[in-house]
């Protein structure tokens, strides 16, 4: 029977390859996306919770991506914030978007004070050059540089200001662009403004506390654990994984549509082989496990193709557009492959039930 | 007597649009162990009907098949299923080979419906020696002349051991060389292993290799009658 289903294969080459291909279609679409989504998702915790801050202080309303928010609060709140209980060090952060210098959809700015950073453990690890100094004085990290071919001295126009690179950074510490605080709020005509507060706390057990302290005095406000991050992001992008969830499942009806088509066709073309098989005292359920078998035969090349294919486009996206990540877990190839078998498997079902239930007389006279 | 298959009263109608077509009509004839017989008559007769109804790939308009006492009509498809890979082997006109597949494949795919997935080796090479193409095994048809084709199906047909042979005009597509070899074949598998054959045939001259001959007409049975 392996042997039927496999010769069948080698026999109609384009039906073969046009099946193969759209299960590989559907695995690497379903790999890519999920790996470009948990890329940045990881991506961006990785580097929020690298700054070694212990709390993310927030302004009301916001969100824990950081990128999307719009609210903004007094940087006044500093003082009551350092003075509460188990606090050792407090920064305040102005962040800002710009679509420029590359990225999914664009880059985030930090506007930090260097010193007040570093002490609540933002250590940003220069490469090359030297930290923020002047006011227009601006870093970028390594791969945010070699992805805009951007060098020391080199000049760069931001906010209708022309900064100069100043260090090159290390990469995956909180944003890939920092430039002074006080630049970036006279930049934009607010002084006062801060879009979020790093907080240290003298040790590691009083975070919990602390957070609960500063949500007391600050009622509205929120705080965010630094290491609840990941998954709290993961959370608020609810939004992309049903987007994600709908292209899977699309793909996996595609791929579903050109199986059962090309079984379909399959069985038609084969109708006097089935009515041999009956004559030869086949059962209904070897017919059905004859079809079923080459179309999970066919479906397993797709996926072993689509595997192939999802590493090339990971390799081929972070080569064009080296700040995108794409992380393919094993679990994902591993769920990717079943929904493969999945729907090779569900696709054969109907044909391989029409050819069962063929007359064999009537089968074997097909023309 | 030790009638292997009998017929009663077999009957079987197609209806084509507004008209019913009389395929096989009355039918009452018996097929005894180690027999050979051929059932001529021209063609439109009823000669393949007949055989599909008795070898269990159709069902009768009324009127009963027994196979070893068993009413083949009555019973369910998954049993006719059964009885036609145990008890029945066919030979068809057109070779009905799977032409993806070399004949020792073929073998092995009638093998494997009958023994549930389990091959012997040893005895698909028995077989194809006995139709003289031993050297033939990992042949596809294509690659083997017609005759040779037609005796890797006889091959087939045996090597699960049936009761019965039924062929339905085995040397039709055949030259009158490859036609005598399939003949003299069958012959000598009814003289020496004792098999029991049905042979159809619209051939006058062919169906005198049989012990016995059945004539048909009209979808019915006309001599002996
Ligand atoms: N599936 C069918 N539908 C309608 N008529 C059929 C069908 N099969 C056979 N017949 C008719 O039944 C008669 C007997 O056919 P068949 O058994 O094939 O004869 P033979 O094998 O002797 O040539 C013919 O008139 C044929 O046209
Ligand atoms: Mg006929």
């Known amino acids: 029977m392996a042997n039927l289903a496999l010769a069948n294969l080698t026999k109609r080459k384009t039906r073969t390859l046009v099946s193969i291909l759209a299960v590989a279609i559907e695995i690497t679409l379903i790999l890519v996306l999920i790996g470009l989504t948990k890329g940045t998702l990881n991506d961006v915790a990785a580097r929020i919770q690298s700054i070694g801050a212990d709390i993310l202080f927030l302004p009301p309303g916001s969100s824990s991506i950081l990128s999307l928010n719009n609210y903004f609060m007094h940087s006044n709140l500093k003082e009551s914030i350092i003075t509460t209980e188990g606090v050792k060090a407090v920064s305040p952060v102005i962040t800002w978007f710009t679509n420029k210098l590359g990225g999914m959809g664009g880059n985030i700015i930090f506007g930090i004070d260097p010193k007040e950073f570093n002490n609540v453990g933002g250590k940003l690890e220069l490469l090359r050059g030297t930290s923020l100094q002047g006011e227009y004085d601006m870093l970028v990290d390594r791969r945010l540089a070699e992805a805009n071919n951007l060098h020391l001295n080199d000049q760069v126009e931001l906010l209708n200001r022309q900064f100069t690179i100043v260090g090159i950074l290390k990469v995956g510490v909180g944003a890939r662009i920092y430039i002074l605080l006080t630049t970036l709020q006279n930049a934009l005509n607010e002084p006062n403004r801060v879009s979020l507060f790093f907080v240290k706390c003298q040790s590691a057990e009083l975070v919990g506390e602390v957070a609960s302290r500063l949500e007391k005095s600050f009622p509205g406000y929120k ?19 049903q987007f994600i969830s709908a292209i899977t499942v699309i793909a996996i009806l595609v791929s579903f549509l050109v199986i059962l088509l090309a079984m379909y066709t399959t069985i038609i073309e084969r109708t006097r082989e089935i009515g041999i098989l009956k004559a030869l005292g086949a059962t209904k359920a070897y017919i059905v496990k004859a079809i079923v078998t080459e179309a999970v035969a066919l479906s397993i090349i797709g996926i072993l193709c689509g595997y192939l294919l999802s590493f090339a486009a990971q390799t081929w996206i972070s080569n064009t557009y080296p700040l995108i990540t794409i992380i393919i877990t094993p679990t994902w190839i591993i769920l990717a492959g079943i929904l493969g078998l999945v729907s090779g498997f569900l696709g054969s079902l109907y044909p391989s039930y029409r050819a069962a239930r063929l007359d064999p007389v009537e089968a074997l006279n097909y023309e | 007597m030790n009638k ?26 018996g097929i005894e162990k180690g027999e050979f017989v051929s059932i001529v008559g021209p063609s439109g007769c009823g000669k393949s009907t007949l055989l599909h109804l008795m070898g269990g ?20 498809d998954v049993k006719r299923a059964k009885i036609r890979r145990e008890k029945i082997g066919f030979v068809f006109q057109r070779f009905n080979l799977f032409s993806a597949l070399s004949s020792q494949q073929n073998l092995e795919i009638a093998m494997q419906i009958c023994r549930n997935g389990n091959v012997d080796h040893q005895r698909i090479k028995e077989i194809m020696a006995l139709v003289g193409l031993e050297n033939k095994l990992h042949h596809k048809p294509l690659e083997l002349s017609m005759g040779e084709q037609q005796r890797v199906a006889i091959a087939r047909a045996l090597v699960n051991d049936p009761l019965l042979i039924l062929a339905d005009e085995p040397t039709g597509n055949l030259d009158s060389e490859n036609s005598y070899r399939v003949l003299y074949l069958l012959k000598d598998l009814n003289r020496n292993l004792g098999q029991t054959i049905v042979l159809i045939t619209h051939n006058q001259e062919a169906s005198k290799i049989a012990d016995r001959k059945i004539k048909m007409k009209d979808g019915m049975v006309i001599s002996p009658s």
């Open chain 1, 223 to 241: 705080t965010q654990l630094s290491e609840a991050y990941a998954e709290d992001l993961a959370e608020s992008a609810q939004g992309i994984n």
């Open chain 2, 4 to 29: 292997i298959l009998r017929t009663e009263n077999l009957e079987k109608v197609y209806r084509v649009g507004k008209i019913d077509i009389h395929a096989v009509q009355g039918v009452n004839l």
């Open chain 2, 57 to 76: 790939m159709a069902k009768p308009t009324t009127g009963r098949v027994f196979i070893e006492g068993i009413d083949i009509s009555t019973i369910s």
